[in-house]
């Protein structure tokens, strides 16, 4: 049994396909099991809960042989990032009581830096809080979603041109598809 935390996103979605495709069974936790329905079709155990609910991230997890952990981005963090602290306070607490025999998280390039990350901070302490967990952990530093770039179809068929918002616009940037890490 596998566990993923986001299963109704781009990833997690990705990830849980590749672990039915292999006969694996599947576990997600979400937040509205009637948005997920399509999930439990296919076989997923869903459990209702989210991240700020020790007891449901903890059964979301106990008796797995692995969890994917996405910690939801926060766009509007407070100074701090007290929401994101506690967030992975909590489910450092669940895979602690769980006990997982192993777990991935999706972070983001640059995560090992220390300051001037803007959003990629919340990344960063996840990897730094989850670190020091018992057990085997990895990390998974995503580049730039190629998924990312449907939102430039439009305005190319309308405009003839894409905006950029990653500068320099002349410099190439590592990209990577959700459905190669949901492989991975």
């Not at 989210?50 to 926060?74: E, F, K, Q, S, Y």
């Amino acid at each position: 049994m596998f566990a993923i935390l986001g299963i109704t996103g781009n990833v997690g979605g990705a990830t849980a396909r590749a672990l039915l495709e292999a006969g694996e069974k599947v576990r997600g936790m979400v937040r509205d099991k009637a948005k997920a329905a399509h999930w439990a079709r296919q076989g997923v155990e869903l459990v209702e809960g989210d991240r700020n609910d020790i007891g449901r991230l903890t059964a979301a997890m106990r008796g797995c042989d692995g969890v994917l952990v996405m910690g939801p981005p926060d766009f509007a963090p407070a100074p701090g990032f007290p929401e994101t602290k506690g967030v992975v306070a909590n489910i450092k607490a669940a895979l602690t009581a769980a006990k997982p025999k192993r777990a991935v998280y999706l972070s983001s390039v640059g995560a090992h830096r220390e300051r001037g990350l803007g959003l990629i901070t919340q990344s960063h302490l996840l990897e730094q809080e989850m670190r020091t967990r018992p057990g085997a952990n990895a990390f998974i530093r995503a580049a730039w979603f190629l998924e990312n770039h449907q939102w430039d179809v439009r305005p190319a068929q309308v405009c003839g041109q894409i905006d950029a918002y990653l500068a320099p616009a002349n410099r190439g940037i590592s990209m990577v598809a959700t459905n190669d890490i949901g492989a991975l």
